[in-house]
């Protein structure tokens, strides 16, 4: 449930938000959804997504690949 759709919601507005790589986003969703849910849950959206929010972040000049300290302080902004 919400593992396609809603995942992307939330990482396109957490990657205009915060300004961090999508890799950054997707990660810190996938941790957070299983702390939240206490079971193995999916944040999985479709390729078309995927495709979607790469296009979106390149335009609005997010950079990539991942960068470890942007993990970091988005975990303690995005507390559960």
């Keep these: 449930v919400g593992k396609s759709r809603s995942a992307t919601i939330v990482a396109a507005y957490l990657l205009n938000k915060f300004r961090y790589s999508l890799s950054t986003v997707m990660n810190l969703?996938?941790?957070k959804r299983?702390?939240?849910y206490k079971i193995l849950t999916q944040v999985d959206p479709n390729p078309g997504f995927i495709s979607q929010l790469?296009?979106?972040?390149n335009r609005i000049g997010i950079p990539e690949p991942l960068q470890s300290h942007q993990s970091k302080s988005l975990n303690r902004v995005i507390k559960t």
């Design 29 to 31: 969703l996938r941790r």
């Design 54 to 57: 790469q296009k979106y972040s």
């Design 34 to 36: 299983r702390k939240v």
